[in-house]
C-alpha cells in the first residue's frame, strides 16, 4: 500500500503502454479504415507503479528495447499512457536528443519558440537569450537551421533551453552521450546544481558510473516490468551482476532469452494485471482505477472516423449557406 500521508512529486500506478506492430504503413492505414486489429500487440510498459519523492535523483537503467524511453515519454506527457494513473506534481523539462526542436528553425528561433510556449514575454527571452546562446556553446551556428547540426550540437541547444526554463523535475535521457566530453562536464554540472536545489530528476543513462554517481535511486526495468526499484548500491549492484551473466551467455541463449521476454510482451493483457493486483490485496475500486484504459489504438481509429464526419458536415455546411443566397 502506498503511504498517503508522503508529499510526491511522481506517482504511478499501474502504467502500461501498448503499441500495435504493422509490417507496414499501408497495413496500419487499411486496419483503421477496416475496424479490425491484425497488428500485434506489444506491450511496452506492463504496470509501472512507484513514487517520487521531492529530491530524488532516480537512474532508469535496462537492457536495450526495455522500455525505458516509453516511460520517460509518458511521464513528459509525449505519449499518453495505455492504462494507469499518473500524477505529477510540478513543470517537467525534457533533455533528449532530438526532444522537440523544430529542425526548419534555426537555433536562436528554437529558443524564442520554447521560451513562448513556457510563457515568456518577447522582452524577457531578449534579455535571457545572450545566457542560453552561451551556455550552448553553438557560436555563430545558433543562425543555422537545426536540420544541419550535428546530435551533439542539438543535444547542447536542447540542454541549454530546457535547463534554462529551471523545471521541478528534469528528464535527461541519454542525451549527455552525444555532446562532447567539456560540455557533458558543464551538462553534468548543472544537473549537480540541479540536485542541489533538491529537484527531482529522471537519468537515463548506459553508463552505470554515471548512474552510480548521481543518483540516490535506481528504478529496473526490464522488457517493460519493473524488476527492481530501491537504493542505487543495492539496484545498480544486482543490474550489474545481471548484465554479467548476459555477457556470459552464448549468442544462442541470448536469442532466446530476449525472444522469450517479448513473446511476453505480445501476450500481456490488462486482465493478467487485474489478476496479479487483486492478489496482492489491492482493493476492487483501487484495482479498477489502476487499470482504467486511458488510450489505446482503437481510439485513433474513433478520432480518425470523428474527424471524417467532421469534415463531411463542414462541407454539407458551406455548400448549403452556398445555395441559401
Ligand atoms: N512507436 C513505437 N511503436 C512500436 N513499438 C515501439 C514504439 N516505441 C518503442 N517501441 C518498442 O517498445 C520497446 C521499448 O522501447 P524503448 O525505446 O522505450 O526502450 P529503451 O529501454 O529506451 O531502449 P534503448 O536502451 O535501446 O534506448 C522496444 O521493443 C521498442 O521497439
Do not use: C
Not at 506517482?11 to 492505414?29: D, H, V
Not at 523545471?167 to 555532446?179: K, N
Not at 548484465?243 to 505480445?266: A, C, G, I, P, Y
Request: hydrophobic content about 40%.
Amino acid at each position: 500500500m502506498l503511504d498517503e500521508a508522503k508529499q510526491y512529486t511522481v506517482r504511478a500506478q499501474g502504467i502500461t503502454k501498448n503499441f500495435q506492430l504493422f509490417s507496414t504503413q499501408s497495413e496500419k492505414l487499411k486496419s483503421i479504415f477496416k475496424g479490425n486489429t491484425d497488428g500485434a500487440n506489444f506491450w511496452a510498459l506492463r504496470g509501472l507503479t512507484f513514487d517520487i519523492e521531492p529530491g530524488d535523483v532516480v537512474g532508469i537503467v535496462g537492457t536495450n528495447g526495455s522500455g525505458k524511453s516509453t516511460l520517460l515519454n509518458v511521464l513528459s506527457g509525449v505519449i499518453p499512457q495505455t492504462s494507469g494513473t499518473l500524477e505529477i506534481n510540478g513543470s517537467i523539462g525534457v533533455v533528449a536528443i532530438n526532444e522537440g526542436l523544430n529542425w526548419d528553425l534555426t537555433g536562436r528561433e528554437n529558443i524564442r519558440l520554447k521560451q513562448l510556449m513556457m510563457g515568456m514575454t518577447n522582452h524577457q527571452i531578449d534579455l535571457a537569450m545572450p545566457e542560453i546562446v552561451e551556455f550552448s556553446e553553438l557560436g555563430e551556428f545558433i543562425d543555422q537551421p537545426v536540420k544541419d547540426y550535428s546530435s551533439g550540437m542539438r543535444s547542447k541547444l536542447g540542454f541549454s533551453i530546457v535547463t534554462h526554463n529551471d523545471p521541478d523535475i528534469l528528464v535527461v535521457d541519454e542525451a549527455l552521450s552525444v555532446g562532447d566530453q567539456n560540455f557533458s562536464k558543464k551538462a553534468l554540472t548543472k544537473i549537480r546544481e540541479f540536485i542541489a536545489d533538491g529537484k527531482t530528476i529522471f537519468f537515463v543513462s548506459h553508463d552505470l558510473e554515471q548512474v552510480r554517481e548521481f543518483t540516490n535511486k535506481v528504478m529496473w526495468i526490464q522488457y517493460g516490468q519493473m524488476l527492481n526499484f530501491g537504493p542505487t548500491k543495492q539496484v545498480a549492484d544486482e543490474y550489474q551482476a545481471f548484465t554479467q551473466k548476459l555477457d556470459q551467455m552464448s549468442e544462442d541463449e541470448r536469442t532466446q532469452f530476449v525472444n522469450h521476454e517479448k513473446q511476453q510482451q505480445q501476450l500481456f493483457t490488462i486482465d493478467q494485471l487485474k489478476d496479479k493486483y487483486i492478489q496482492s490485496g489491492v482493493s476492487e475500486t483501487e484495482m479498477r482505477q489502476m487499470t482504467k484504459l486511458r488510450s489505446f489504438e482503437g481510439f485513433g481509429r474513433f478520432s480518425l472516423w470523428f474527424t471524417l464526419a467532421l469534415i463531411v458536415a463542414m462541407m454539407a455546411l458551406v455548400i448549403w449557406m452556398g445555395y441559401g443566397r
